[in-house]
């Protein structure tokens, strides 16, 4: 069971860092400006978050994405892809839910949280809008709007999968431009609706302590426009109701993608009352059982003797069994046979000691058959397309000198990097 100490937040919008204190909102300028145990919600300053249709399994969608992403110019940097969610279409069509940020970016928030003494489980912007719709658990398609500053941020889905996403922008806060704001998000769910051949008919609006006016069109007929409940607080000395601190409530600490050991200290703090309360409990148990054990040592002691004369006699009497050899000689000639195989220590060496130093490995896939080893290689070669080809075709070379059998051997490029994929096999000798 968790702890019941309320969350701490932290949340980053439009480049301004908020701290929530009770009833109180205050500016810092950092998340290592707080002490204990934090939620860091982010909207990771020049991020996107799309919904994407790629042509991929699953497992490569995100590869895909990021390669999409720069070959159309939205991003001039190496990216890295947050995925929300996976739905695969067909065999080989996958959709998701993702959003995109510059590497470099991404990193600077993972070091800010490992430098920070206490645990911080990070959460991206559009994760929490997603956690609101999957909790308002409508059959049919709906819209959650969340409008902070000049930005309003739209995401359109059902319980089960997200069918947009999108953040629409206005020049500034003036009164013109967030009423075209509205217009902007009004004329992005029709859009959607025509491509998706679907209706939203039901808008959830959260709002912040700058969201301003509801939209000119919350009266339209034929969608049913609702406010997330909202609390009271203070911010710079004048109250505010916000509704966007629910939506945090809403949230499972599963969302985070903060590394697996913060999750894991973040967790095991939550966990330490209950576990003291546990664990005194037990000792208390244990005393008690103590002293009731001391009164009846003597008479276990004479049971227990009487017990094992009697196993003695039984043992004796009992007639001799035929030995099962025929199952114990086919578990050892098993056992021959899993010793043949490579290990997997020696697979992963026998890649390292062939792979190129231009070249990395992604995706790293090994499956034992019953004769053999399968393996799966797929990964990038950041040089010069002959260079890379060549480092390529010798640490296919090296390998099947190795033992190994080549099955697949694909190698594509493009004008920064190139991909590989390659599938190997090790029968047994």
């Not at 982010?42 to 991020?47: C, I, M, R, T």
């Not at 999750?263 to 703090?269: M, Q």
């Not at 039984?314 to 099962?324: L, S, V």
Request: glycine share 4%.
């Amino acid at each position: 069971m968790m702890g019941s100490n309320p969350r701490q937040y932290v949340i980053e919008l439009d480049g301004v860092v908020y701290r929530r204190s009770g009833e109180e909102l205050e500016q810092i300028s950092n998340v290592k400006d707080v002490q204990g145990d934090t939620w860091f919600i982010s909207d990771l300053e020049s991020a996107i978050s799309r919904t994407m249709t790629v042509e991929t399994p699953a497992k490569y969608a995100e590869v895909m994405v990021r390669k999409k992403l720069q070959e159309t110019g939205e991003f001039d940097e190496p990216i890295f892809v947050i995925s929300h969610d996976k739905r695969k279409k067909d065999k080989n069509t996958t959709d998701i839910f993702f959003t995109a940020v510059p590497a470099r970016l991404y990193h600077r928030y993972l070091d800010e949280i490992k430098a920070h003494e206490d645990s911080v489980l990070l959460f991206p912007l559009f994760s929490v809008l997603q956690g609101v719709l999957r909790r308002m658990r409508h059959p049919k398609p709906v819209a959650v709007v969340f409008r902070h500053g000049r930005f309003a941020d739209l995401l359109i889905g059902t319980g089960k999968a997200v069918l947009y996403a999108n953040r629409c922008v206005a020049f500034d806060t003036s009164e013109e431009q967030l009423s075209a704001l509205w217009n902007m998000v009004k004329t992005d769910m029709t859009a959607a609706e025509a491509e998706h051949r679907m209706k939203v008919d039901r808008v959830l609006l959260l709002n912040w302590i700058d969201s301003g006016a509801e939209p000119e069109w919350s009266d339209d007929m034929e969608r049913e426009i609702l406010s997330m409940e909202e609390e009271k607080l203070s911010y710079n000395g004048q109250e505010h109701l916000v509704s966007f601190l629910k939506a945090l409530d809403m949230q499972s600490s599963l969302k985070a993608i903060s590394p697996p050991s913060e999750k894991s200290a973040y967790y095991s703090r939550q966990c330490l009352p209950s576990l003291n309360a546990i664990l005194a409990l037990a000792a208390l148990l244990c005393i008690v059982g103590y002293f009731w054990f001391a009164q009846k040592a003597d008479l276990l002691g004479r049971q227990l003797a009487a017990a094992q004369g009697e196993v003695v006699r039984m043992e004796h009497e009992a007639p001799m069994e035929e030995i099962p050899y025929k199952e114990t000689l086919a578990f050892a000639r098993d056992l021959i046979r899993y010793r043949k195989l490579p290990s997997y220590k020696s697979v992963l060496n026998d890649i390292s000691e062939a792979l190129p130093k231009a070249m990395s490995v992604d995706v790293l896939k090994v499956d034992y058959a019953e004769e053999a080893v399968n393996i799966e290689i797929f990964g990038k070669a950041k040089t010069a397309f002959d260079s890379a080809y060549l480092g390529y075709e010798e640490f296919t070379k090296t390998l099947t000198q190795r033992g190994y059998t080549l099955a697949e051997s694909k190698f594509d490029t493009d004008i920064r990097e190139s991909e590989f994929l390659t599938r190997l096999t090790k029968e047994i000798r």
